[in-house]
């Protein structure tokens, strides 16, 4: 499922043009996040993969405060294809 999503939004002629892109980025730091939940939910004690999550989170984070920040409409078009939940604002 996330394959398919991730293929329909980018098709393979920009995934080689935008690889530094911010929605490429945070594309694949969804699907390693995806990844690393459904692995998580096996193994509940492998310590080092919640470490590994959390970090990728925390860079995701920073990204789409960062594109937030730069385009907003960028952003939300973003966050609604991924269906993530937009960050808590403090």
Excluded at 3 to 27: A, D, H, M
Excluded at 56 to 63: E, P, S
Aim: charged fraction near 35%; avoid cysteine.
């Amino acid at each position: 499922m996330v394959k398919n999503l991730f293929i329909s939004v980018i098709s393979q002629e920009e995934k080689k043009e935008n690889r530094g892109s911010v929605e490429f980025q945070v594309f694949s730091f969804t699907n390693k996040i995806r990844r690393l939940t459904s692995h998580l939910e096996l193994h509940r004690k492998d310590f080092l993969s919640q470490r590994g999550l959390r970090k990728i989170l925390g860079k995701r984070q920073r990204l789409l405060a960062y594109l937030s920040k730069k385009n907003g409409v960028r952003y939300k078009e973003l966050i609604s294809q991924l269906a993530i939940r937009e960050p808590k604002t403090r």
